[in-house]
């Protein structure tokens, strides 16, 4: 249980949809530093924002965020691309690129800024990872999501221990430029990060935005089928659109 009051927070990926309102609702809560990094910086009105470049896929800009975020309390992961092609055919290099960023760019972010954290008294640790780590739609990109679940819960085991609480933000269609091609009913991304900062001030340890993610996790404890009905020819559930027009966050 975190309050976000008084708290140094670092988002990663903070020029982006949810990004943007990570770093707003912060600093409405009572932040008193927000540290709003992506690869390129952004123009904030705000004097507690500190913009920093930060590429999750380069040790150097990391380095650099580490240094200059030394009074860091909050981390939140929102970093993240997308990828839509079928396991089947993706290109290597694009299959790689989506786990340099999506995973092993937040374990990197993450194994860093942890011990700062845990220095600085503890605090809260959220990676926003989207249902799509429980389904496979598009494959490359939840197998991605699905690694991240999982070592979210790694990290969760090792640092509670030491004042850090991990938070897992799971969440469907929501208007971010990752989803403009897509004509479907989307969250508002303020009511997606305002149920993320809940969490973290909530002790929650997860975070189900919508009702999209309490029916796909749900679904987990029955049969694959539940899952994938197409692959018995039946109805799609979760009112999702089928695979080749797969949802991201």
């Known amino acids: 249980m975190t309050d976000i009051a008084g708290q140094a927070v670092v988002v990663t990926g903070a020029n982006g949809g949810l990004g943007r309102q990570w770093v707003a609702q912060a600093l409405e809560r009572g932040a008193a530093k927000v540290y709003a990094t992506d690869v390129t ?27 200059a975020a030394s009074d ?20 290597d290099a694009k299959l790689r690129h989506v786990f340099d960023v999506n995973f092993f760019g937040t374990v990197t972010v993450t ?21 799509l780590s429980w389904l496979s739609l598009p494959a490359a990109y939840s197998a991605a999501k699905a690694a991240l679940w999982s070592v979210t819960n790694a990290f969760r085991l090792e640092l509670a221990p030491h ?23 989307k969250n508002d991304p303020a009511d997606i990060v305002r149920a993320g900062l809940d969490g973290i001030q909530d002790g929650s340890l ?36 089928p695979i080749a027009a797969a949802p991201v966050q």
């Open 41 to 67: 910086p952004g123009t904030w009105d705000d004097a507690r924002v500190t913009p920093l470049v930060l590429d999750v896929t380069r040790e150097e800009t990391i380095d650099a965020v580490v240094a």
């Open 163 to 185: 004042g850090v609480d991990l938070v897992a933000l799971h969440m469907g269609y929501t208007a971010t430029p990752m989803t403009e091609a897509l004509n479907v009913v």
């Open 206 to 241: 997860e975070v189900l935005a919508d009702q999209w993610s309490v029916e796909v996790k749900a679904a987990l404890a029955g049969p694959v089928q539940d899952l994938y009905p197409q692959l018995s020819g039946a109805a799609y559930p979760f009112r999702m659109v």
């Open 72 to 91: 860091a309390t909050i981390l939140i992961n929102n970093a993240g691309i997308a990828l839509r092609d079928p396991i089947m055919t993706v290109e």
């Open 111 to 131: 194994r860093r800024l942890a011990p700062v954290i845990v220095a600085n008294g503890g605090g809260a640790i959220l990676n926003v990872i989207s249902l």
